[in-house]
């Protein structure tokens, strides 16, 4: 029996990976964002697999010795009669397993994967890792280019050396953080810049696509921006448990030490301290004994801290795979949390693209503002993005309805719809504040702007006849027509001169009419530019 019920989305990302093997493909992956369980994913996964697979077993592949260890206890928190076995440095607990979870490191080594047999499902942790060449040893060892099916998982699909597209045939199943957090998995992320005027990135060099951890770090210790990540973070996160990511050691250490000089409890940890006094520093800041872990890019994957409200980004980055990784630790959510806070250290300015909140999702939700969550940016552009799309079918409406007209509506640079009468008489609309509505106004030399009698909004069919019937009211019916026959013609010595006084281009093979329009549109754009109309 199941002792841990899969979210729905989970069962949908198991749905889409069965559909595309039973369609014929077979490396096939799945991006879920940090924090959404790909461990109960590919757990459950694995479950549901065991009976078709004919007596072969399933192999999971992580390449951290937490990974592997947390995917094994959630295979058995999944079904607690799975046997489940771990193959890694020492160990080899490969011979009854149903499900085995291995290193990559170990079964890269030719007869540590050569005795394992019988496998017909392969799960790869981390999915984004799979193209390098360990990787793509084992996982050809193992039948993925042979048949036997390949589900990959991960936060986020990039890699910047490439080569993933070589692997993976086809992501099946993506879901995006922005609708983690509208159904309530994940918490909101609020961001605030911590800018650093004397951090001048412009002087760190990348490789492979992103800034060099050695000189970045050094340029993080000579500006003193550690000093100013712990200032900010008593400023702002006082009250948070939190995560800092650093580049090195060396800034890791040093950022702890700028922490515990305000009075924040912090404690550094890295790769290769050992295991003992890092599974202390993680119980501390687990317990609540260490308030903020400082870390040299340790705790990116495999790091399960659910209270963690507050990710400081001390390692800019131009990978935005790498600044999920980072602030998705802080986002799952726990009892008694708002949010998240992201506090992004900045350099004074910089040649260099570096990722910022924005690309924690996917979608297109414009620029990251100092104090907005990412939900609330989101929110915002879709309400600018919807206003756009209402403008512009406004605007075909507007170009259609009055390209159909017989009468000559002209357009000034800044979008007014104007019928030019005389030298000193034109008629135009403006557009009802906050409606598609608008309102008839006539301009003459002598008075300004003056609306009509019956001054009312109205849609912009009513508007326009009304206008038009104005404008043969008021003028010669050769004045307005827009196919009037004056306007076929070569245009005359006087209209060039005045053109040229206006200092108007007249471009070659102008008619005209075409010049006369050259002249109207100005002389009117420059009178509403200097008019404060009245509110409508």
């Not at 992103?210 to 400023?235: C, F, H, I, P, W």
């Not at 040649?351 to 996917?362: E, I, P, Y």
Request: aromatic fraction near 6%.
């Amino acid at each position: 029996m199941l002792s841990f019920t899969p979210r729905p989305y989970q069962l949908d990302a198991i749905e889409a990976l069965r559909t595309g093997w039973a369609d014929g493909k077979t490396r096939l992956a799945v991006v879920l964002p940090t924090g959404a369980g790909k461990t109960v994913v590919f757990s459950h996964l694995a479950h549901q697999m065991l009976d078709s697979l004919g007596g072969r077993r399933a192999l999971v592949i992580a390449h951290r010795e937490e990974l592997i260890e947390q995917a094994a206890s959630k295979l058995l928190s999944v079904d607690p009669m799975l046997r489940v076995g771990i193959v890694k440095a020492q160990r080899d607990d490969h011979a009854d397993a149903d499900v085995i979870v291995a290193s990559v490191q170990t079964l890269a080594v030719p007869r540590r994967r050569e005795a394992i047999r019988d496998i017909g499902l392969i799960i790869v942790d981390e999915c984004h890792h799979a193209a390098a060449r360990s990787y793509m040893e084992v996982l050809a060892h193992f039948g993925a280019w042979d048949g036997v099916p390949v589900a990959g998982f991960t936060a986020t699909m990039t890699r910047t050396d490439g080569g993933l597209a070589e692997v993976w045939e086809s992501v099946v199943f993506r879901l995006d953080i922005l609708d983690m957090i509208a159904d309530g998995y994940l918490c909101d992320v609020r961001g605030k810049s911590v800018t650093v005027d004397t951090l001048d990135l412009n002087k760190v060099k990348s490789r492979g696509g992103d800034l060099v951890d050695g000189q970045l770090g050094k340029a993080l210790e000579d500006s003193g921006a550690l000093d100013a990540v712990a200032k900010a973070y008593r400023d702002h996160a006082a009250d948070r448990p939190g995560v800092v990511f650093t580049p090195t050691v060396a800034t890791a250490q040093a950022a702890a030490a700028s922490l515990r000089a305000v009075g924040i409890k912090a404690a550094p940890v890295w790769g290769d301290m050992s295991k003992d006094d890092r599974r202390t520093a993680l119980a501390q800041y687990q317990a609540g004994d260490v308030q903020v872990l400082t870390n040299a890019m340790l705790l990116t994957e495999g790091f399960d801290a659910p209270h963690t409200s507050c990710v400081v980004v001390a390692r800019p980055t131009k990978s935005p795979g790498l600044y999920v990784q980072m602030v998705g630790r802080g986002l799952r959510p726990s009892p008694g949390k708002r949010d998240a806070l992201l506090l992004d250290v900045m350099g004074a300015a910089s040649r260099h693209k570096l990722a910022s909140m924005v690309d924690l999702t996917a979608r297109e939700v414009g620029e990251a503002e100092e104090g907005k969550s990412l939900r609330e940016v989101a929110e915002q552009h879709i309400v600018r993005e919807k206003r756009r799309a209402l403008a512009a079918q406004v605007e075909v409406e507007e170009i259609s309805l009055f390209g159909e007209s017989a009468i000559r509506w002209l357009r000034t640079e800044n979008g007014t719809w104007f019928i030019r009468l005389t030298s000193a008489m034109f008629l135009f609309l403006v557009r009802d504040a906050g409606t598609r509505l608008y309102r008839m106004r006539r301009w003459t030399q002598s008075h300004g702007v003056h609306p009509p009698k019956d001054d009312v909004a109205r849609p912009l069919p009513e508007a326009l006849a009304w206008l038009e019937q104005q404008a043969t009211i008021l003028a010669p019916g050769a004045f307005v027509a827009r196919e009037a026959r004056w306007r076929h013609g070569k245009p005359t010595s006087k209209q060039c001169g005045l053109a040229r006084r206006l200092g108007l281009s007249i471009p070659r093979g102008a008619t005209a009419g075409d010049l006369a329009d050259i002249i109207d549109q100005d002389r009117v754009g420059r009178v509403l530019g200097q008019l404060t109309l009245p509110a409508a």
